[in-house]
T-cell receptor
């Protein structure tokens, strides 16, 4: 079983839709949870970073962590064509980082 | 001003050759990493150095050898390249190794194609 599971998609939504991206994990030692956005032929860039269970909001993005269920989510409100990218979840314990396989998102104008 | 930079951006070479990829970060971070991203976009860690010291060495063929001349640089040397080495290699850096708020910043990637 992989440490981090993420549905690869692809996910295609109309502009303005609310997007929900999810990851599950098996290692209860994970302490820090991150979402990265990767545009085609670019390196991943950090979008959101959370530590505790609960929600964290940044503009149109909301990251949610449920440690009891070992489940994290990223919500994108009012999605834009510029949000079209691959979204990777990542988790950290100590000096080890583990990434999901990424979900490919296309927002259609 | 680029935070994490890699050279070259593209590398096309023949099987059996030896090649190097260079990485530099100007963020003042203590820890640097090399990742391999395959065609299915899966990011897998290969190595991590903290203050020039190897701290993560995943199951990677010993044809891959990282070298850290100082904490701002982490180079990756690959001997006897094979077709399966074709991938995008990402360098990343982070402030520390454990505890506290810490996350990674990635370079633009080096797309390696082995013919």
């Amino acid at each position: 079983q992989k440490e981090v599971e993420q549905d690869p998609g692809p996910l295609s939504v109309p502009e303005g839709a609310i997007v929900s991206l999810n990851c599950t994990y098996s290692n209860s030692a994970f302490q820090y949870f991150m979402w990265y956005r990767q545009y085609s032929r670019k390196g991943p860039e950090l979008l959101m970073y959370t530590y505790s269970s609960g929600n964290k909001e940044d503009g149109r993005f909301t990251a949610q962590v449920d440690k009891s269920s070992k489940y994290i989510s990223l919500f994108i409100r009012d999605s834009q064509p510029s949000d079209s990218a691959t979204y990777l979840c990542a988790m950290r314990t100590g000096n080890q980082f583990y990434f999901g396989t990424g979900t490919s998102l296309t927002v259609i104008p | 001003d680029t935070a994490v930079s890699q050279t070259p951006k593209y590398l096309v070479t023949q099987m059996g050759n030896d090649k190097s990829i260079k990485c530099e970060q100007n963020l003042g971070h203590d820890t640097m990493y090399w990742y391999k991203q395959d065609s299915k976009k899966f990011l897998k860690i290969m190595f991590s150095y903290n203050n020039k010291e190897l701290i993560i060495n995943e199951t990677v063929p010993n044809r891959f050898s990282p070298k850290s001349p100082d904490k701002a640089h982490l180079n990756l040397h690959i001997n006897s390249l094979e077709l399966g080495d074709s991938a995008v290699y990402f360098c990343a850096s982070s402030q520390g190794t454990a505890g506290g708020q810490d996350t990674q910043y990635f370079g633009p990637g080096t797309r390696l194609t082995v013919l």
